[in-house]
């Protein structure tokens, strides 16, 4: 495995003075030798002068939150991480690596959740290089390696995650947003790491039902929804009736027997539960025969 190794060119501007300063001397020897009749001092200059000429390709600038990668004949020599103008030797290769933070949305994969049931799923990812030499070297292309892995972990993700939850304590992709998303960024940073990657967020986008089953998924959830509600309404219905029993008896209003009681609570009941608005029936009889 390469691992990256920080190092400092030469400061550029003290370059390029030196070299302009070495070019002007040559010129100006290459000037006295050929007046003076010298063929081999005019040859020396020259080649000299080729020299100094080429030397200007070693400079580099390396803007903030980037790296140039060096390599010499396919050597690793290592990685200029601080800005500025830099010279090294021209010789070398020299590839830009950003080192800023960049975000990455998948495309909106269709896959089956855990419980078999088609449904679209995409994510955000923001990620950013911490190490150039592996970026480089370990992989072939770091941008498509991360689109590719990405889009994997999601789908793995899927597949071991119900889209809702239907028993207490399950985890779902719907229900635990937060929770979710720390499992699919560890996945996808365990998938990176050998890139020389680091994730520093990962956020589902996009979660819905496929179109051939969400119509039917839709009545599901309404009537999940209406089940709830019923419940809660009856479970308050139940407890203002026993309130107003305890009242009745606490302040002996009135002295009910157990059919009158139970009279009581199937009118209260109906009043409390019906979905509609009830009409009142003034009672002119008895119970009693």
């Not at 419980?115 to 190490?131: L, Y």
């Not at 979710?180 to 890139?195: G, P, S, Y």
């Amino acid at each position: 495995m390469t691992v990256e190794k920080n190092v400092r060119g030469v400061s550029g501007w003290a370059a390029v003075f030196a070299l302009i300063a070495g070019l002007a001397g040559f010129a100006f020897a290459l000037v006295q030798f050929a007046a003076a009749g010298e063929p081999l001092g005019v040859v020396l200059c020259s080649l000299a002068i080729a020299l100094d000429a080429a030397s200007f390709g070693g400079l580099t600038v390396v803007n903030p939150n980037e790296a140039k990668v060096l390599t010499l004949f396919g050597v690793y020599k290592g990685s200029i991480k601080s800005p500025g103008l830099w010279w090294v030797n021209p010789l070398t290769n020299r590839r830009r690596v950003s080192l800023r933070v960049r975000n990455f949305e998948s495309s909106k994969l269709k896959v089956n959740d855990h419980d078999g049931n088609p449904i679209e799923i995409a994510a955000v990812i923001v990620w950013r290089v911490i190490d150039s030499a592996e970026a480089v070297f370990q992989v072939d292309n770091y941008d498509n390696f991360l689109h590719v892995q990405s889009e994997a972990a999601v789908r793995n993700l899927a597949v071991g995650h119900p889209y809702d939850a239907h028993r207490d304590g399950q985890m779902s992709l719907r229900g635990n947003t937060l929770e979710i998303a720390e499992l699919l960024k560890h996945e996808i940073q365990e998938r990176l790491e050998k890139a020389g990657i680091e994730v520093l967020e990962a956020r589902i986008s996009h979660l819905a039902y496929a179109a051939e089953i969400a119509n039917a998924m839709l009545r599901r959830q309404q009537a999940s929804a209406v089940i709830a509600a019923r419940s809660r309404i009856v479970e308050g219905a139940v407890s203002m009736v026993q309130m107003a029993l305890d009242e009745l008896a606490k302040r002996s209003v009135v002295v009910l027997d157990e059919e009158r009681k139970a009279a009581m609570v199937s009118n209260l009941l109906v009043v409390l539960c019906s979905e509609h608005e009830t009409q009142p029936i003034v009672n002119a009889g008895t119970l009693y025969q």
